[in-house]
C-alpha cells in the first residue's frame, strides 16, 4: 500500500489464540488479591457521557516538541479547554517559551517551543518534553473528591498597546492570598515571541500582560489566553488524581523544590511577582518522584535576574488507582474506572461500518487489546460491537466474567498485561530505524513504542542482507511500504527521495493520527501486510533498483512467477506482470488473495499479489505454508524458491492466522473459500514472536581475511556477515572495500557481487573496433543449463538487466566502462551476475563477434564463475548460452563503491 502503488488496499485481519507465557507475564489466572468482580449494575455505572470528558486531563508529550508546531492528542475531544503547560525538562537551554494554537478543534491541538532572538536570529530549539493540563468549559470550577471548590479557570481573549500596558482578571470568588495563578497563550495570532506575566494577586484580582522580549516593541495583536487559579497545598481530586500546588523564591539560578508525589508529576510554573522588570519565562529540570529545581530564565542578551515568586502545580495518578501501564497511567476516564466506576464498551459512539469514534473511551480499551495480540476486526456480520468481543475473550482467558461492562478488575488485569509488555516493546521499538520520526498517535490509539516495535519485528525478522538501511527504509514508506510520510502539519510529502534530515513524520497503516478507522486489523495481521507490502519494494519484475536503494527491484520475482504464471512477454501489453495464469485452480496459490486479486485486464491476473503473499506467508505463516507444500507440488515449488534463493535457507517457526481476505475455509460463512490453506481461527492471540525454524547460512556480501571473524567492527560484510567466518560463507576470499580499486583477475564472464554497489569494471579487451564498447551487467539467477525450458531471450535479458557500462574507447588492453549517468549500478551481494560485452543492437549479428584474452588456468578469486556468451540469430532473437572454449573467458576489475 502507500500512494495508490501496487497492494493492498487494506492488509488482513487477524484471528486469535490464548496468549500467556512467552510475551506478558501478567496473563494469568486470577489471583488471589483479586476482589470478586462486580458486573456493574444500571445504579452503579456512570453516565458514559461522564466517563468520555472528565473535568480535567493531564499528561505529557513525550521528547518531541521543538521549533516548530507539533501535533498533541490528548485523547479527550474537549469543547473550547482551558489548557496549561511547562516545559518538563532543560533540553534546550537557550530562553524559551510555549505557544499553542488549535486548542478546542478536536482530540489534536499543536504546540511549538519559542525561542527569543536578542543575541543571534537561530531560533532552534532540541526537543523537550511538555507538560499539559486540559480542563473542560463544561465545569469551570476545580472541585476536589469532597466536592469542596479548590479553584477555577476561565479564558479570555486580550491584545496590548505597549510593553507597559497591563490588564486586570479577576475570578469569580475570593481566594486566599497564596492562591496560585497560572497561564498560557493558546493562539497564535501574533508571531513575535511571547507568555503571559502575572502580577498583583489579592484574593481575587491581578493585573497580567502578554509579556514580549525586551528586544521587541511589546505592543501584541488579540490572542486566546488560559487562566488557572487553584488554593496551595495537597488535594485529592475525583477520579484518584492527586494535586499538590504551592511557591518558591527564585532568581536565574537554579532552586530546588520538594513535593509529596508518590510517582514523578506533570509540574507547572508560573511566575508570581514583577519584582525585575526584565521578561522572564520559568524553567524546571531534575523533575522525578522526590522534587524538582525551577529558575526564571531572562533573554539571552541579558541573563541575570533578580529574585521573583515562582508558583508551581503538581499532577499525579492515586497509588489506590492500581494501574502500572503508562499507557493507562494519567488516562482520567482509567482513573475513574480504577476508583469504582464503570464503563460499557459497547457504546453506541463506537462504530464499526463507517468510520470508528477514537475520541470515546471504547476505543482506548480496543487498542489497548490490540496490543496485547488479541483480534480487534472480525469480518463476518454481525459484529457491529468488535470491542465488546476482544473485551470478552480477555475475560475469558483471564477467568473473568464476560460482559462488555469493564470494571476496576477487569481494566487492572488488563493494565499489568501492558504493564508487562511495554518494556519489551520499548525495546523492540530501538530496531525500527525511524523510530524518532513516527508521527504522534491519537490519545485513544496504541503507544508509539507499540507501533514502532511492531513495524521493527517484521523487518528484524527478515534475513540481514533483506533489511533496509534507514534512507531506503524512509523511501520505500514513502512509495511502497505500509504508511505515509507527511510534514510538520499532516499533510502529504510533496517529493521524494526524502532526506533523513528533513523534517518529516512516518505515519504507519492504520495507527496515523487522522486516517479513517473503519479498519482496524490485527496486530498479526498488520505484521504480515508490512512483509506483503514490502515484498512489493523487493520484487525485480514490479520496481527497478534506484540509486541508494540498493533493495528496491531485489529479487527475481520472475522465476517466482513461472510457477503459476505465463511469463512469456507480450508486446501489447505495458505492464509484465499482469500475465495469464498456468492454472485456474486456486489450490495451486497459497492464499485466496493472491489468485483472486487483479486489476488487469481479462484474461490476466496481478502476479505480484500471488509473489507478495507467498514472501508474507513465508514469514509469518511457515508451519502451514510447509504443510500445504506436502499437499501440492505448485506450493511446494514456490516454498522451495522462497527458501533457497530468497531467504538462503533460512525458515520460520510461525503460525500466524489470517482473515478471510487472504483465503481459508475455517470460520463462518467461508467454508468455499479455497485454498484455505491458513488459518482464520478468531480466537488467535498473537504473542509477539516470529520464531526461527533454521536461521539458514549467512550471506557474506564482502571478504576478510581467511579464517577472520565476520563481525560489525572489521569492515567485512558491512557488519551483516551474521558472527560467521568467513571459511563458511560462499564468497571469494579477496578483501574489497569500499570506494578501493581491487585488482581482481578472473578467467570467467560471471562475478559474484563483493558489494552493493558497482561504480566501474575494466574488461580486458584483445581486439579493437571503430566504434566504442558497452557491456551488461545481468543477474544470473535464470541461468541454469543450456536445457533451460525459460529461455533467456531479449525481453528476458533486458528484464534482468542491472545496467548498462558504456566506454568511449575502442582501445585494446584494459578499457574502462562506467555508467553513462555517473550512477553506481545497485548489487545483490555475493549474488551471481555475468557481464555480456555488446555493441550497438541494432547492428548485424556478425559484428557481435568479440575475442577476449584468458590469463591462463588459474581461475582466481571467482572460482564458481561459469563463461556464457550472448548468441544472435536473428535481428531480436537473443539467447543466452553456455560456453566452454576459453576464448570466450575474459579478465576484469570490479570498482565498488
Not at 266 to 283: E, I
Not at 509 to 519: F, H, K, V
Not at 619 to 641: D, E, H, L, M
Request: net charge negative; aromatic share 10%; proline share 6%.
Amino acid at each position: 500500500m502507500g500512494h495508490g502503488m501496487i497492494g493492498r488496499v487494506s492488509p488482513k485481519h487477524l484471528p486469535i489464540r490464548v496468549l500467556c507465557a512467552t510475551l506478558f507475564a501478567a496473563c494469568m489466572s486470577p489471583g488471589p488479591e483479586d476482589p470478586s468482580p462486580q458486573i456493574a449494575t444500571a445504579r452503579g455505572a456512570l453516565v458514559q457521557e461522564d466517563i468520555e470528558r472528565p473535568a480535567l486531563w493531564f499528561g505529557t508529550t513525550g521528547t518531541r516538541m521543538d521549533d516548530r508546531f507539533r501535533d498533541v492528542s490528548s485523547g479527550v475531544d474537549y469543547p473550547d479547554p482551558t489548557l496549561i503547560a511547562s516545559m518538563q525538562g532543560f533540553v534546550g537551554s537557550n530562553p524559551a517559551g510555549l505557544r499553542s494554537r488549535s486548542v478546542g478543534s478536536g482530540a489534536f491541538f499543536q504546540m511549538l517551543v519559542e525561542e527569543e532572538a536578542s543575541r543571534d536570529s537561530e531560533l532552534t530549539h532540541l526537543a523537550e518534553d511538555v507538560g499539559y493540563l486540559l480542563l473542560s468549559s463544561a465545569e469551570p470550577a476545580v472541585l476536589d473528591a469532597s466536592g469542596m471548590q479548590i479553584g477555577e479557570h476561565w479564558k479570555l481573549t486580550a491584545s496590548q498597546a505597549s510593553a507597559t500596558t497591563w490588564q486586570t482578571a479577576s475570578t469569580s470568588r475570593p481566594y486566599g492570598i497564596d492562591a496560585l495563578i497560572f497561564a498560557h497563550l493558546t493562539s497564535y495570532n501574533g508571531s513575535s515571541p511571547a507568555h503571559i506575566r502575572i502580577r498583583g494577586w489579592d484574593g481575587q484580582n491581578f493585573q497580567f500582560k502578554i509579556e514580549e522580549w525586551r528586544y521587541l516593541d511589546g505592543a501584541h495583536g488579540s490572542e486566546e489566553i488560559s487562566f488557572l487559579v487553584v488554593e496551595p497545598g495537597r488535594h485529592s481530586l475525583p477520579g484518584l488524581v492527586e494535586l499538590q500546588a504551592g511557591s518558591v523564591q527564585t532568581t536565574d539560578a537554579w532552586t530546588s523544590v520538594t513535593h509529596s508525589a508518590a510517582v514523578a508529576p506533570v509540574v507547572f510554573a508560573q511566575c508570581q511577582s514583577f519584582n525585575g522588570s526584565d521578561p522572564v519565562t520559568t524553567r524546571i529540570t531534575d523533575l522525578d518522584a522526590s522534587g524538582f529545581r525551577v529558575r526564571v530564565q531572562e533573554e539571552e542578551a541579558l541573563g541575570a535576574h533578580t529574585h521573583e515568586t515562582v508558583g508551581w502545580l503538581a499532577l499525579w495518578p492515586s497509588p489506590q488507582a492500581g494501574l502500572q501501564s503508562r499507557y493507562f497511567g494519567t488516562d482520567a476516564r482509567a482513573l475513574r474506572v480504577a476508583s469504582g466506576a464503570t464503563y460499557d464498551v459497547s457504546a453506541v459512539q463506537f462504530t464499526k461500518n463507517t468510520d470508528q469514534n477514537r475520541d470515546i473511551f471504547a476505543y482506548k480499551i480496543l487498542s489497548a487489546l490490540h496490543m496485547l495480540g488479541y483480534n480487534t476486526q472480525f469480518n463476518e456480520n454481525p459484529r457491529d460491537f468488535v470491542q465488546s468481543e476482544a473485551l470478552k475473550k480477555f475475560q475469558a482467558d483471564h477467568g473473568l466474567p464476560q460482559t462488555s461492562v469493564l470494571d476496576a478488575v477487569t481494566l487492572r488485569r488488563i493494565d499489568a498485561a501492558l504493564a508487562a509488555a511495554e518494556p519489551i516493546f520499548a525495546a523492540e521499538a530501538q530496531s525500527w530505524l525511524l523510530r524518532d520520526k513516527m508521527s504522534v498517535l491519537h490519545g485513544n490509539m496504541v503507544s508509539l513504542d507499540f507501533v514502532s516495535a511492531l513495524y521493527g519485528k517484521a523487518f528484524a525478522a527478515l534475513p540481514s542482507y533483506l533489511q533496509p538501511d534507514a534512507y531506503e527504509l524512509l523511501n520505500c514508506i514513502a512509495t511502497q511500504c505500509n504508511g505515509n510520510v507527511t510534514d510538520a502539519d499532516g499533510n502529504p510529502w510533496s517529493s521524494w527521495p526524502i532526506d533523513l534530515n528533513e523534517d518529516f513524520y512516518v505515519e504507519a497503516a492504520y495507527y496515523g493520527p487522522r486516517e479513517p478507522t473503519a479498519r482496524f486489523p490485527a496486530a498479526m495481521v498488520n505484521a504480515n501486510a508490512v512483509l506483503h507490502e514490502y515484498a512489493h519494494y523487493l520484487d525485480g519484475s514490479f520496481r527497478n533498483p534506484l540509486p541508494g536503494r540498493p533493495l528496491s527491484g531485489y529479487i527475481l520475482s520472475q522465476d517466482y512467477y513461472a510457477f503459476s504464471h505465463d511469463i512469456s512477454p507480450d508486446p501489447t501489453q505495458s505492464n509484465d506482470t499482469c500475465l495469464p495464469r498456468l492454472t485456474d485452480d486456486p489450490a495451486n496459490f497459497i492464499t485466496w488473495y493472491g489468485f483472486q486479486v487483479s486489476e488487469c485486464s481479462p484474461g490476466r491476473h496481478s502476479a505480484v499479489e500471488e509473489f507478495a503473499e507467498g514472501f508474507s506467508s513465508y514469514v509469518t505463516s511457515g508451519r502451514q505454508f510447509r504443510a500445504a507444500a506436502a499437499q501440492n507440488p505448485v506450493i511446494a515449488a514456490k516454498y522451495q524458491y522462497l527458501r533457497d534463493y530468497v531467504f538462503n535457507g533460512r525458515e520460520y517457526d510461525t503460525e500466524a492466522v489470517h482473515d478471510a481476505e487472504s483465503g481459508c475455509n475455517d470460520i463462518l460463512g467461508q467454508e468455499d473459500a479455497q485454498p484455505g490453506y491458513l488459518s482464520c481461527d478468531y480466537q488467535y492471540v498473537w504473542d509477539f514472536q516470529l520464531p526461527l525454524l533454521n536461521a539458514g547460512q549467512p550471506l557474506c556480501m564482502g571478504a576478510c581475511d581467511d579464517g577472520a571473524v565476520c563481525t560489525a567492527g572489521d569492515g567485512c560484510d558491512r557488519g551483516r556477515c551474521e558472527g560467521t567466518t568467513i571459511a563458511s560463507c560462499s564468497v571469494s576470499q579477496a578483501r574489497v572495500d569500499g570506494g578501493v580499486v581491487a585488482d581482481v583477475y578472473a578467467q570467467a564472464q560471471s562475478f559474484r557481487a563483493p558489494a552493493s554497489t558497482l561504480s566501474r569494471v575494466e574488461l580486458y579487451i584483445q581486439q579493437s573496433a571503430n566504434w566504442g564498447y558497452s557491456i551488461r551487467i545481468v543477474d544470473a539467477l535464470p541461468i541454469q543449463s543450456e536445457q533451460d525450458s525459460r529461455r533467456a531471450d531479449s525481453s528476458d535479458l533486458r528484464r534482468r538487466t542491472v545496467g548498462t557500462l558504456h566506454s568511449t574507447s575502442n582501445a585494446t588492453g584494459w578499457v574502462s566502462f562506467e555508467p553513462s549517468d555517473g550512477v553506481a549500478l545497485n548489487l545483490r551481494p555475493g549474488h551471481l551476475y555475468y557481464i555480456y560485452r555488446e555493441i550497438d543492437p541494432g547492428t548485424f549479428g556478425s559484428m557481435y563477434s568479440w575475442a577476449l584474452s584468458p590469463l591462463g588456468p588459474d581461475p582466481g578469486p571467482y572460482a564458481d564463475g561459469t563463461g556464457y556468451f550472448l548468441h544472435m540469430s536473428g535481428w531480436l532473437d537473443w539467447a543466452i548460452k553456455p560456453e566452454s572454449q576459453n576464448h570466450w573467458d575474459y579478465a576484469f576489475k570490479l570498482h565498488v563503491d
